[in-house]
């Protein structure tokens, strides 16, 4: 099976995790056992799995034994109330269905499928039937699935009632509360050379100096006498922050001009000679800069929290129960 083909199934089968037409409850718990009661509706282990798989395999290159055991039991857990949501959500649809009509037009499903069609496959729509069937998918499931994932994402933008604008106070208070974030490091670009302490080492670096300073190419100095790894590259680290070297060696290269050869440092068993080819200082955006990613920002934690509280009103009045 070709790489194309697997991601296509990889897409149905994340699909299946969220089918809203359930068997009934005695008949899923002979086929595969139930996770959880959801009012009429079931949350099936099957489900589970299928929502888990990638984030358990990663938790296995992460995690080992005992700890292993307990962010499985999270992953797990998290997938189950998800679902639940997720089905509360389709369940209160329904009920303004049956109450006032709502409904999502077939127009908008058809496009969805069609995208489906023409970028996954070509434009291929028998080949596209095939990959359903060969996964046991029929075309009406298929379509069902992408209307519950359309149902969801709306049900949730509808149940946050709120502005899009945000008070400039907000805005103000945010910002100086996050002014690091907002905030470029000062950095140097540094060319160092490194020699091993020696008889004649201190000799040799002193003229390698000596040589810079009378316009000699410190990067073609590096290249020929230069004892570390960045020798080939002349001795270049690039841009470095203040965190990148010893304290000692941070403390000589941020006070280097561009174009300026510090003096020979002794330490750790090596003479090191640091030159600056430039500087960035360290600047702080304005409020205007940043203003629009802070709005989007409060507006979306806000449309969040909004939907949490919505989400926390359906599973009060829901009777749900973990098995």
């Not at 841009?239 to 561009?258: D, G, H, M, Q």
């Given at each position: 099976m070709n790489l194309f083909r697997r991601s296509v199934i990889a897409v149905l089968a994340a699909f299946a995790v969220f089918t809203a037409h359930l068997p009934t409850r005695g008949q899923e718990s002979v086929l595969e056992g139930i996770a959880a009661l959801v009012n009429d509706d079931v949350v099936t282990f099957s489900q589970v799995r299928m929502l888990v798989a990638a984030k358990e395999k990663a938790a296995a290159g992460q995690f080992q034994g005992a700890?292993?055991?307990?962010?499985i039991k999270?992953?797990?857990?998290?997938?189950?109330?998800?679902?639940?949501?997720?089905?509360?959500?389709?369940?209160?649809?329904?009920?303004?269905?049956?109450?006032?009509?709502?409904?999502?037009?077939?127009?908008?499903?058809?496009?969805?499928?069609?995208?489906?069609?023409?970028?996954?496959?070509?434009?291929?729509?028998a080949a596209f039937i095939r990959t359903l069937a060969a996964e046991g998918y029929t075309l009406d499931k298929f379509r069902q699935e992408q209307m519950d994932s359309v149902i969801v994402q709306a049900m949730r933008g509808q149940?946050?009632?709120?502005?899009?604008?945000?008070?400039?106070?907000?805005?103000?208070?945010?910002?100086?509360q996050n002014l690091e974030q907002y905030t470029s490091e000062e950095q140097v670009h540094l060319r160092m050379i490194v020699m091993k302490q020696g008889d004649d080492g201190r000799k040799i670096v002193d003229e390698i100096r000596q040589k810079v300073v009378g316009g000699a190419s410190f990067q073609d100095l590096a290249r020929l006498y230069s004892e570390d790894s960045n020798q080939q590259a002349g001795g270049d680290m690039g841009?470095?922050?203040?965190?990148?070297?010893?304290?000692?060696?941070?403390?000589?290269?941020?006070?280097?001009?561009?174009g300026e050869t510090s003096a020979v440092l002794e330490m750790s068993g090596n003479y090191y000679l640091l030159y600056c080819e430039a500087r960035k200082a360290q600047v702080t955006k304005s409020l205007a800069m940043v203003r629009e990613d802070i709005e989007k920002t409060i507006l979306q934690t806000e449309r969040q929290k909004a939907q949490q509280e919505w989400i926390a009103k359906l599973r009060k009045k829901a009777y749900i129960k973990l098995l």
């Open positions: 700890a292993l055991a307990e962010k999270e992953i797990r857990l998290d997938a189950v109330n998800d679902l639940i949501d997720r089905q509360l959500i389709l369940q209160e649809f329904k009920k303004m269905k049956e109450k006032n009509g709502a409904s999502i037009p077939e127009h908008v499903i058809d496009d969805r499928v069609d995208t489906i069609i023409r970028e996954q496959f070509g434009g291929d729509r149940s946050v009632k709120m502005t899009n604008v945000v008070p400039e106070p907000k805005i103000d208070e945010v910002y100086h841009w470095i922050n203040r965190r990148y070297l010893t304290e000692s060696l941070s403390k000589v290269a941020f006070s280097l001009k561009p």
